[in-house]
């Protein structure tokens, strides 16, 4: 049986992507509102602030690897694509001193702009590991971007997710927004946290935190039921259709099945727990507290199991279809 999981299942989404659109602390606001807006906004600022610390001190304990340590499943003059292990930067952020994957292709096949950022089209998130592809020169460069915005890459993950997942397959249709309460993580969209966004200053914010909900679709395939140390755990195949930030972790976690050794969106990880849906949203088979404590007591200190398995596209300059998969280490 297939389910779909979507907004209208929970009533959640938000309606109206233009109803709540942010304004401005502007002459309309009365002073006591432009008073409680401050507050809201500082406080937020302040939960940013924290985070970015947080996260710029995990981006400084990015694995060091070197060209010859990589793992390449292809090569030639225009492309290559790579398999990146748990725990390695895909590119080294802002800071350029950060050890990264981008780094140790260019040391290894160099591109045709002489610059290491114009070989990056995708990134993947810094514990999943997986295939990355990198263009070497512009001519791909340019045609990979297009690529991947047109949505003509197939990419499928495979994940351990707590608890046993119910339905053999289904999908999970869950608007996505910044979470102002947890930034600058992701959350499930919803009409509330969508108003909530009208006291907030975005020249103080940012404008990422007060941009719209992002549609997101994922599609999933149970590949087994299994037992980890005594728990309950399932195997999934994820398709990722939109591609959004993080989408894959908050939409398992939004049925209530978090990926195993997911400290930020799994059992009282850093972001708001369950999506940031409410319990009562999730369904009858989700994975109790207890089975994901027991997990994460379990997994602690061990990489996050979700891996970019395989990736199929036409390739940029010869126009031939590829198509490339490795086994995932968990």
């Known amino acids: 049986m297939r389910l779909l999981w979507s907004a209208a299942v929970i009533a959640a989404a938000a309606s109206s992507a233009s109803a709540f659109a942010p304004v401005s602390n502007g002459a309309a606001l009365t002073r006591s509102g432009v008073a409680m807006s401050a507050v809201a906004t500082a ?7 924290a985070s970015i610390e947080k996260l710029k001190a995990k981006d400084a304990s990015s694995a060091a690897l070197s060209k ?3 793992n390449v499943v292809f090569e030639d003059e225009h492309i290559v694509v790579v398999s990146k292990p748990s725990g390695v930067l895909t590119v080294p952020g802002k ?11 260019f040391d290894r096949f160099g591109s045709e702009s002489g610059r290491m950022d114009k070989m990056v089209v995708h990134r993947l998130g ?3 590991s997986g295939l990355v592809i990198f263009a070497r020169t512009n001519a791909a460069l340019r045609e990979l971007n297009s690529l991947f915005r047109t949505r003509k890459v197939t990419r499928k ?6 608890g046993h997942v119910a339905q053999d397959s289904g999908s999970i249709d869950l608007p996505l927004m910044r979470d102002y309460e947890y930034p600058p993580y992701m959350r499930v969209s919803t009409d509330e946290h969508q108003r909530a966004l009208i006291a907030l200053n975005q020249e103080e ?3 990422k935190i007060l941009e719209s909900p992002k549609e997101s679709q994922t599609e999933y395939v149970v590949v087994s039921r299994e037992d980890m140390d005594g728990n309950d755990v399932s195997r999934l195949t994820l398709t990722s ?9 908050v939409h398992c976690a939004a049925i209530g099945h978090p990926i195993v050794g997911d400290t930020v969106y799994g059992f009282e990880g850093e972001a708001a727990a369950n999506g940031g849906l409410d319990e ?9 507290a207890e089975l994901q404590q027991a997990i994460a007591s379990a997994s602690a200190g061990k990489p996050m199991c979700v891996h970019a398995k395989s990736i199929s596209f036409r390739h940029p300059v010869t126009k031939e279809d590829l198509s490339f998969e490795c086994s995932a280490p968990f």
């Open 126 to 128: 810094m514990d999943t």
């Open 43 to 49: 406080d937020v600022k302040a939960k940013q602030d």
């Open 205 to 207: 914010v940012g404008k």
């Open 280 to 288: 009562s949203a999730l369904p009858e088979d989700k994975a109790s």
């Open 157 to 162: 993950y495979e994940a351990l997710v707590c």
């Open 68 to 70: 010859d340590e990589l």
């Open 241 to 249: 259709i939109s591609g959004r930030t993080h989408q894959l972790n």
């Open 95 to 105: 800071d350029e001193s950060n050890p990264s994957l981008n780094q140790a292709v």
